[in-house]
């Protein structure tokens, strides 16, 4: 089955690239900005992934951006990933990036867009490998500067495939970025965010009626609003469930208590990814293979799963019947 997993063309939506830093690609970044970190050893930074929420996670995922500074710094810590992923049997790679995160260390965004699509061309070249990049907002600081980062990214909006919503859930709804994602839909930009991992059902729905989403990234918590269930069955919104992840910040307490199956049984659209795969425990691969060992799912499911966030992807048309006809060679 590790086999056919492999050769499954695989689609990943749900990727925060700052989150795909090892730890051995942390310190040769450190060494080469002369960056101190608060660690000894890279055994002692994996140590420190025992973490008891999200909170807990986002704290180290920053001290750990520290170490970006150039855009070859970001165009390494991209094609890292994209060179993992592709040996994993990725064929497309949406990733999200945090701007705010940068910015609030003096790194410009024209340095950050620079590093990143430099990685992604290179990717297509080298390995035929297809991307998108999205545009995160940081939930936790205000609306006002999202809309600044927004407007500060005019420059760069051709290379922009859509704009998200991450970092702290709770106690920051969607409902405060309604402006925000307004303006971004009159720029013409897609609009995914974060919602129901450890906020409220309520967040869901507000992500989809105030901000107009058209992906719910996790999303695993609707199952406690029968009609919020329904209305994501019936309108077909995909899900970006991240299932290592959930297990790493104890959104549950281990792979076999996963909604997923639960999630799979109402008839939702759901697709799997990694989030923050340097720290969650691998990358879609590994996600695939951990819901294998824990469901016994067949290859259909799989197959299904593949496809969903085939069609869920913002690819162009020919690139998605492309894959589309490689996953119909597999099934």
Known sequence: MKAWLTTLPKVELHLHIEGSLEPELMFALAARNAVELPYASVEEVRAAYDFSDLQ???DLYYQGMAVLRTADDFFDLAMDYFRRAQAEGVVHVELSFDPQAHLARGIELGVQFEGLTRAMRQAEREWGLSTAL???FLRDRSAAEAMEVLER???YLELLDAVGLDSAEQGNPPGKFVEVFARARLLGLPRVAHAGEEGPPAYIREALDLLEVCRIDHGVRCL???ELVARLRDERVPLTVCPLSNVRLKVVERMHDHPLPRLLDAGLVLTLNSDDPAYFGGGVLDNYLAC????GWSKETF????????QA???SEARRKELRERLN???
């Open 303 to 310: 197959a299904v799963l593949a496809e969903n966030a085939i």
């Open 56 to 58: 807990s996670f986002l």
């Open 329 to 331: 060679a597999c099934r």
């Open 134 to 136: 999205i545009m995160s």
């Open 153 to 155: 990214a005019s420059p």
């Open 313 to 315: 992807a913002f690819m």
């Open 224 to 226: 406690e609003d029968p």
């Open 292 to 295: 294998h060992d824990a469901f």
